[in-house]
Structure formats: C-alpha cells, structure tokens
C-alpha cells in the first residue's frame, strides 16, 4: 500500500471508530491493593481455590482481567481473650492463613509469585506475573511473643498491622470493645501502646517489617510515631474530615504519617466513605436471616457471605441503599493528597473483608480506579505514586534501615 492511500486510510478509520485513533490511556507501572482478606479455608475448600472462578472478590483472574497486579494478603485473626488460650487459638488461626497463602503460590506458580521486596515486586510485574505479598491485621496474633515477629519476617510478612476491632496486647483500637467494658478512643481511659507494642515496632523496624497503623486509636498512633524509627503506613484507612468515623484518620494524623515519610492507603470501604445507618440496619437483619435459615446461631462472615441467599438480599439492599460510587472514594484519596501530599497517599480495597464499592466491586473493575483518579484530574505521573509508587518508596526505605 502506497503512503497516500495507508493515510488515507488511517484517516477514514480515525472518524468512523475513534478507538482507533484514540488508543486507551497506559496501565500504571505497578498497581498495588494493600489490603486483601481471605477466608480460613482459602485454597482449601474447591470455592475459594484462587486459581479458578470463584466467589471471592480477589482471584487470580479477576486481578489478571482488572489490571490489579499486586496484593498483600493478610493474615487476619480476630481478637479474642488476653489469657493464654487466645493467644494460642490466634496463633493456630494465623497458621492456617499462611499455609493457604502457601498453597496458592505452589499451585500457581506461572501466575503469582511471593514479593518480599519492592524488586521482586517489580520483577515480576516486568515479568507478566501476579504478586502476592503479606500482610498481618492484628499482632494479637503474635501470641504475645517477640519471637513469632521474626518467625513472620521469615514466612514473607512485610507489613504488621498492630490491632483490630478491640484492645489488645499492644495498643488500643480505634473501635474498642465498649460493651466489654474496654473505654472509648480518646477517653481517660485509652492508654494508647503498652510495652510490648513498643518491642514490637522496634523488632519490626529492625527486621524491615512495615509498621501499619490501620485500626489502631489515635493515641496508639501518635505513640507509634514517637516510637518507630521508620515511616508508618496506614495499610486501609480514610480521612476523618471527609467522613466522621473512628476508622479514619483525622488531618492532624494524616500530616504526621507523611512527616515521617509514610503513607496512608485510602480503603475503598463503604462505612468509611458513606454514612448510611439505613443500609447498615438492614445489612445486619440481611446477616442473622441467613445466618439463621442455615441453621446457625451466629453470622459468620467466612460461612454465610457466599452463600446464594444472602448474594440475593445484597442485591436488594443495593437498590434501595446504593453504595458509594468509585468517584466518591477518588474524593477521599484527594483529601488526603491535599493535606497530607502527593506522595503520601495510596490505594487498599479491604476486598473479602467488606470492601467493595459501585465502580469497584472486585477486582476485576480495578481499571475503573484509575479512570475516576484521570476524571478528578490526577496525572498519569501521580497516579503512578498513587497505585503503587509512594507504597515501595516507604517500603524501600524501611527495608534499607534494616538492621536485623
């Protein structure tokens, strides 16, 4: 074909299908959710086998279709006594997530591979494959043992996240426990971060471990600043001012975290992006009708989530209680990068533990993120931090401060 007549073409083409013309915008360098659940029996029950189609939010096709090309899984337990049968039952619980995120990997080996460094990170995306990397949500899992952090740093955990829904061993939670008698945030009795928090974030900064600072009190966070000798990350937090819960950080937090150099990651968690009491009500009816119709006293998030009935009844809470849209948490990720700076803001969706939001409710619409972060006017060049770029940054740093 003569020059003439291929610019003529490609001139016809350009006004009768745009797309032509107009290629899609690039996918980010890396991008990277901080903030993964899984289910105690992931990989092993033939519905949660991560390879296949599941009913998970994250599996390995969902985040190969989405363009979502990192994830920290986490081991995640709930917080139970402070006597020595708690913190052996969490230490079992936490086994069980390791060894499954063990699983995963040895079975798909073309498809994910372990990050424990920003390079092998890197390395794989370059190299056309996932990466998994660990996190733990609530070091109640420890079992109160010093010991069991550098057990974790060996099994490829490279973020600690201090504490969950109640107090425990190391500091206060954002959300205590009140109806066993634990005081609230910010009143007399919130002491912030024990002696052994302190060893812990201490051995973490030795070690390379990232300290999270994601559920703790606002006294446990101005303790962890004092404290650690590395930047913090907040692995799924929000912004206080944008929405009133005790879950986000207020401004004065978020300035501070990026002082240090650190990052908080914007969870695309619908409490935390929206208040809806109307929703919320109807959410818990939702959960002890399913609960009940299958013959158990309880909700539990593991057994009933995936089940058809409740699939069914979220679909009609949604339409009467739509969730926050994808545009609603790009607004949330501003806020932060406007108080606390541009590169000290990143991304989490809390998927499998209660993320999910409209425009990103798996990971499969993980491009979506992106176009809403284009549509507020980010720059290709700031979504780069966003997603992935200010989370190795801090990653590299605490890495290089190491001393084991």
């Known amino acids: 074909m003569n020059r003439l007549r291929h610019l003529a073409l490609l001139a016809l083409l350009g006004s009768t299908f745009p797309a032509f013309a107009q290629m899609a915008p690039p996918d980010p360098p890396i991008t990277i959710d901080t903030h993964v659940d899984i289910p105690f029996t992931y990989m092993r029950e033939a519905r949660f086998d991560a390879g296949k189609d599941t009913p998970l939010l994250v599996d390995l096709g969902k985040m190969e279709r989405g363009g979502l090309n990192a994830a920290f899984f986490v081991i995640w337990v709930p917080q139970h006594k402070l006597d020595a049968a708690g913190y052996a039952k969490a230490v079992n619980q936490a086994e069980e ?17 372990l990050a424990t460094s920003p390079e092998q990170a890197m390395a794989n995306r370059k190299a056309g494959l996932l990466s998994a990397m660990i996190g733990i949500e609530n070091a109640y899992s420890l079992g109160h043992d010093l010991n069991r952090l550098d057990a974790a740093y060996d099994r490829g955990a490279r973020y600690v996240g201090l504490v969950h829904v109640g107090n425990n061993d190391l500091c206060t939670s954002s959300l205590p426990d009140k109806d066993n008698g634990e005081p609230a945030m910010n009143s007399k009795g919130d002491h912030g971060m024990t002696d052994f928090g302190r060893q812990v974030v201490a051995r973490a900064n030795a070690l390379g471990i990232m300290v999270d600072i994601s559920h703790a009190s606002d006294a446990c966070v101005h ?20 929405l009133d819960h005790p879950r986000n950080l207020p ?11 650190g990052v908080i990651q914007a969870v695309a968690y619908k409490e935390f992006l929206k208040s809806d009491p109307g ?29 058809p009935a409740m699939a069914a009844g ?43 939001i409209t425009g990103w409710k798996d990971a499969s619409e993980t491009r979506n993120v992106t176009a809403a972060l284009r ?14 770029g200010n989370l190795l940054r801090v990653w590299r740093e605490v890495e290089r401060d190491a001393h084991h």
């Open 314 to 356: 979220m679909a009609k809470i949604q339409e009467k209680f739509p969730l926050p849209t994808v545009d609603d948490y790009v607004k949330q990720i501003r806020h932060i990068a406007e108080v606390a700076g541009i590169d000290h803001v990143g991304i989490a969706s809390d998927f499998d533990g209660g993320g999910g």
């Open 97 to 113: 997530k390791y060894e499954a995120i063990g699983r995963m990997l040895m079975m798909y080996p073309d498809r994910i591979r």
């Open 251 to 261: 401004d004065d937090l978020l300035r501070a975290i990026a002082a240090k150099g």
């Open 375 to 388: 549509r507020a006017g980010f720059s290709d060049a700031d979504i780069a931090k966003i997603w992935g």
């Open 223 to 242: 303790d962890a600043l004092a404290v650690s000798k590395a930047p913090l990350i907040a692995s799924h937090s929000g912004a206080r001012a944008v």
């Open 279 to 307: 929703r919320e009500a109807a959410e818990k009816k939702l959960q002890a009708e399913v609960a009940h119709a299958a013959g158990d006293k309880e909700y539990d998030s593991d057994k009933h989530d995936y089940l």
